[in-house]
């Protein structure tokens, strides 16, 4: 009698099938669930030599005590539900997926920049509304008469940067701690210059480890009035309590949110504000094609420590972090 094959858990995955994985991980079994809870996870990886988990899945250290995998690997790049340190503790590797979706978060920054300054959201609801006309919108500008910032210049970061510049922007700054910023691109400055200084602010810089926001009070109100926050990174760059009151004040004047403090969020905070927002339930990394990318990317990591290879993206390994 031939053994079963080995085990993997995949855990909280958002598509339908399983068959990019399944070409990439042949000779082993698939287990889905939606891991949603601990009973969840420990149903689908009690036997498991590798895990590929959603950003929901809430991987604990008392989940990771009790679960035998010495890989897990997260699709996309947060990685807020595992406990790094517990993994580390226990022997596991933790990987993600930083190098997909770059094309498609971009795109939807810029789209969700590009209709907040063309206000289409307002001018779809008053039209409905029986509004015929645009003093209701008033005013417009031309990109040519705005300034970008890009908080963050990592693969996301500098390709936003890159558009902002082609769509006519009169200047583009960008602000990052670690990486250089390329100044045929963007022009580098310190947060607050750019953050008094932009029309438009697009956020894709990483998460602070302990939650802390980047982006609260007084960053908020140092922003232009009239200025436009755009959010595809992380949800917790943003004090969403700050956000609602520099809303009602106009610093910012609008706001584009594909990323949330809480997922989902609870909309009743935006109750009063609905013409000063435009939100999408953070879809901005979807594609057919990132998200073939994504699953590929993320099955081939799984292979590789299994292999008892360095996976490409550790953020934690036995013994000692990433």
Do not use: C
Not at 266 to 274: I, N
């Amino acid at each position: 009698m031939q053994p079963d094959p080995p085990v993997i858990a995949i855990l909280g995955a958002r598509w339908p099938d399983l068959a990019v994985e399944e070409l990439v991980l042949d000779g082993y079994q698939l287990r889905r669930s939606d891991g949603s809870t601990y009973d969840e996870i420990l149903e689908a990886a009690a036997d498991a030599v590798a895990i590929i988990a959603g950003p929901r899945p809430p991987l604990d250290a008392a989940a990771l005590q009790a679960l035998p995998a010495k890989a897990i690997v997260r699709y996309g790049v947060g990685v807020d539900n595992v406990d790094l340190v517990a993994a580390s503790d226990l022997g596991k590797w933790v990987a993600n997926v930083p190098d997909y979706g770059t094309e498609a978060v971009a795109l939807h920054a810029v789209a969700m920049a590009l209709a907040a300054v063309r206000r289409l959201a307002q001018a779809d609801r008053a039209l409905r509304t029986g509004d015929w006309g645009f003093n209701s919108l008033r005013p417009l500008h031309l990109p040519s008469a705005m300034t970008a910032g890009v908080v963050g210049f990592g693969r996301i970061g500098r390709t936003v940067a890159t558009h902002f510049g082609a769509l006519g922007f009169s200047k583009v700054y960008a602000t990052d701690a670690l990486a250089p910023i390329d100044p045929d691109v963007a022009e580098s400055v310190v947060l607050m210059r750019l953050l008094s200084s932009s029309t438009v602010v697009s956020l894709h810089a990483p998460g602070a480890a302990d939650g802390t926001p980047l982006i609260g009070r007084p960053e908020l109100a140092m922003m232009r009035p009239g200025s436009i926050l755009v959010n595809t990174a992380r949800g917790s760059l943003v004090d969403t309590e700050a956000l609602v009151a520099g809303l009602a004040r106009g610093r910012p004047a609008f706001a584009a949110l594909d990323v949330f403090e809480r997922e989902p969020p609870d909309l009743s905070v935006f109750a009063d504000l609905e013409d000063r927002v435009l939100l999408t339930p953070h879809m901005a990394w979807y594609t057919e094609q990132s998200e073939r990318d994504l699953r590929r990317k993320a099955a081939e990591e799984a292979l590789r420590i299994l292999r008892g290879e360095r996976p490409r993206y550790p953020v934690a390994e036995p013994g000692g972090a990433g």
